[in-house]
Nanobody
Framework: QVQLVESGGGLVQPGGSLRLSCATSGTISSFDTMYWYQQAPGKQRKFVASITSSDITNYVASVKGRFTISRDNAKSTVYLHMNSLKPEDTAVYYC?????????WGQGTQVTVSS
């Protein structure tokens, strides 16, 4: 049973920073790709960033230069470093893991950017 547990969300002022963590129950290197998605109230879940087992990263245009995805294989954890946060970044952030064409999801962590 694969489990993903996100943490690190919270309330932050515009321009601030947060680091989200996603701890996995298995060996992180067993996953093909790890993802971060966001879902704002009343909107569909959408892609934010991904990192492959070869450490190839990809970002949605709106977060390039502000967010960084990374992975620590020894801790079986994926991170999303978020800088220069904007009110429009407010959403529930979900960690996803792809293995053998099957996607696994965490429960999400709330990020609120507001003054």
């Amino acid at each position: 049973q694969v489990q993903l547990v996100e943490s690190g969300g919270g309330l932050v002022q515009p321009g601030g920073s947060l680091r989200l963590s996603c701890a996995t129950s298995g060996t992180i290197s067993s996953f093909d790709t790890m993802y971060w998605y966001q879902q704002a109230p009343g909107k569909q879940r959408k892609f934010v960033a991904s990192i492959t087992s070869s450490d190839i990263t990809n970002y949605v245009a709106s977060v390039k230069g502000r967010f960084t995805i990374s992975r620590d294989n020894a801790k079986s954890t994926v991170y999303l470093h978020m800088n220069s946060l904007k009110p429009e970044d407010t959403a529930v952030y979900y960690c996803g893991a792809l293995r053998s064409f099957r996607m696994y999801w965490g429960q999400g962590t709330q990020v609120t950017v507001s003054s």
